[in-house]
T-cell receptor
Framework: AQKITQTQPGMFVQEKEAVTLDCTYD???????LFWYKQPSSGEMIFLIY??????QNATEGRYSLNFQKARKSANLVISASQLGDSAMYFC??????????FGTGTRLTVIP | DAEITQSPRHKITETGRQVTLACHQT?????MFWYRQDLGHGLRLIHY???????NKGEVSDGYSVSRSNTEDLPLTLESAASSQTSVYFC??????????????FGPGTRLTVL
């Protein structure tokens, strides 16, 4: 069975600092993808970054990077130089060959000015 | 620009009524999904479709149905609405699988209240 765990219900970060949001996963499938989505207070789900299980390098998209540690089954999201607009819920998700996504329960990030 | 839309954005209904939530995408994606979002549960999969005439049950499919008659639309029907179905519903779509799940793009969501 697939499982995604986000153990931080809430996180605070000072503006312009970096923050790491934790995500661990469990699957027996050798082929999988890991995703992070942002959900601001307006409610929409915004795709941020993707990491494939066979990718050799950690994914990077602008200020977002995914710290992928396959042996530890972790896929932490790192946001550099936090901005006030980064305050939101962040969801980690995993997809396998069945093409369905399994989501964690989310982490609420608050950026402090 | 391609997009995925949902209607209505807000709906209040009564217990026992049939409700249909619409989802329309112009990405020309084969795969479409319905999720519900509840506090403490993240997003949970209700139904999904890999193409026209294909539908599959997800983790929480009881009380819901879908049909796929064309590529663009996947309406979600609550056969007899229950208070436990009060939730925010998201539709999503993705391209055909390349062996690993593709990125899913989400609609804006529908907030459903069942009284």
């Amino acid at each position: 069975a697939q499982k995604i765990t986000q153990t931080q219900p809430g996180m605070f970060v000072q503006e312009k600092e970096a923050v790491t949001l934790d995500c661990t996963y469990d699957t027996s499938d050798p082929s999988y993808g890991l995703f992070w989505y942002k959900q601001p207070s307006s409610g929409e789900m915004i795709f941020l970054i993707y990491q494939g299980s066979y990718d050799q390098q950690n994914a990077t998209e602008g200020r977002y990077s995914l710290n992928f540690q396959k042996a530890r089954k972790s896929a932490n999201l790192v946001i550099s130089a936090s901005q006030l607009g980064d305050s939101a819920m962040y969801f980690c998700a995993m997809g396998t060959g069945a093409n369905n996504l399994f989501f964690g329960t989310g982490t609420r990030l608050t950026v402090i000015p | 620009d391609a997009e995925i839309t949902q209607s209505p954005r807000h709906k209040i209904t009564e217990t026992g009524r049939q409700v249909t939530l619409a989802c329309h995408q112009t990405w020309n994606h084969n795969n479409m999904f319905w999720y519900r979002q509840d506090l403490g549960h993240g997003l949970r999969l209700i139904h999904y479709s890999y193409g026209v005439q294909d539908t599959n049950k997800g983790e929480v499919s009881d009380g819901y149905s879908v049909s796929r008659s064309n590529t663009e639309d996947l309406p979600l029907t609550l056969e007899s609405a229950a208070s436990s179905q009060t939730s925010v519903y998201f539709c999503a779509s993705s391209e055909s699988s390349k062996g690993i799940a593709d990125t899913q793009y989400f609609g804006p969501g529908t907030r459903l209240t069942v009284l």
